[in-house]
Nanobody
Framework: EVQLVESGGGLVQPGGSLRLSCTASGFLASNYVMSWVRQAPGKGLEWVSG????????RYAGSIEGRFTISRDNAKNTLYLYMNSLKPEDTAVYHCERRRVAYSDNVISDVNEYEYWGQGTQVTVSS
């Protein structure tokens, strides 16, 4: 059974930091481009960041570039998102997702090209 379990969210003040983790099971994450996607209250899914299978190619949405860093540990089947200088507009449920196709290194930002099975982790940025 494919599972993606996100963790690490919480309540943080503006300017603070968090590290999100996503542990995959039921498949080899190293065979897939992985991404983080978020959904703010009342809004649609927003692609945040993606990483190639080997981790050598990383991409970011303009709204978070320079503040977030994506990485992966394929030996642990785990994806990470380091979030710094957090802003209230970063408040959302964050999901990790895998691309629908395996064995590709094309890191794309179209949320329709990804799928997920996790509940997500809530990030709230507020003073």
């Amino acid at each position: 059974e494919v599972q993606l379990v996100e963790s690490g969210g919480g309540l943080v003040q503006p300017g603070g930091s968090l590290r999100l983790s996503c542990t995959a099971s039921g498949f080899l994450a190293s065979n897939y481009v992985m991404s983080w996607v978020r959904q703010a209250p009342g809004k649609g899914l927003e692609w945040v960041s993606g990483i190639s299978r080997g981790g050598d190619d990383t991409r970011y949405a303009g709204s978070i570039e320079g503040r977030f860093t994506i990485s992966r540990d394929n030996a642990k089947n785990t994806l990470y998102l380091y979030m710094n200088s957090l802003k209230p507009e970063d408040t959302a449920v964050y999901h990790c997702e895998r691309r629908r196709v395996a064995y590709s290194d094309n890191v794309i930002s179209d949320v329709n090209e990804y799928e997920y099975w996790g509940q997500g982790t809530q990030v709230t940025v507020s003073s």
